[in-house]
């Protein structure tokens, strides 16, 4: 039997054994209770509160915006929904950069107020000191890696990281230091697959892609973009299992349609 099926809630032990007998872990992202219910009765690994919800639920062009009373609000909505799964929430933008004590500090008011599983924030070595303070503290991390979206105005794009021998040099360095400061997963988004397969199996812990190719121990989307309710949006690496804008749209105009032409309500739908 698999160890997904095997066991009642997942953990981050879990999350490590399916690492070891090469059991792929799935993530999804979920942002809300009505939503986070449905992907943990699918039976998801892991819910990811992510700051993508700065995007997907607020609209915004970035996930810098999002403050973490906001992150917070959203994770104590799907930590009600959840029975299975793992949850981990997003450290959002200015949260955790400015010193290890502020990191810590807002990994514990997730913890608390939420009532999560474990934070995620993006960065290599110059986050190390804070992934380091906030596990000492018993508040599991997982790290992130590759297209970091907080830093996306150093960036300047969105497109593929660590094409070149620098960056993908950093890339495997950064991971052998997260790993050692105690994460216990790494995303790795938007990078080679060659490289996230040999980053993968040079390390003890399980990594999580995001268009990072199939090698990856396990994978994650933002669950607006898989359902089809992001308009508009279809990179490469996306699988859209559902094209729920087309079906929502289509339903709205014909609930327009009855109440317009009186058919809504009817005599059984009156008290
Ligand atoms: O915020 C998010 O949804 C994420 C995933 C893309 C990994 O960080």
Redesign the pocket.
Known sequence: MSVHKEIKRITTNTIQEMKQKGEKITML?AYDYSMATIVDEGGVDVI?V????SNVMAGHET?LPITLDQMIYHAASVVRAVKHALVVV?LPFGSYQGNSKEALNSAIRIMKESGAHAV?LEGGAEVRESIERIITAGIPVMG?LGLT?QSIYKFGTYTVRAKEEAEAGRLKSDVLILQEAGCFAI?L?KIPAKLAAEVSNSLKIPTIG?GAGQQCDGQ?L?INDMIGLTKGFKPRFLRQYLNLFEEINRAVQSYVKDVKSKSFPNEKEQY
Do not use: F, Q
């Open positions: 992202t990811l992510g700051d993508s919800a996930t997003d995620k992130h979206p995303v988004e995001i994650v933002v």
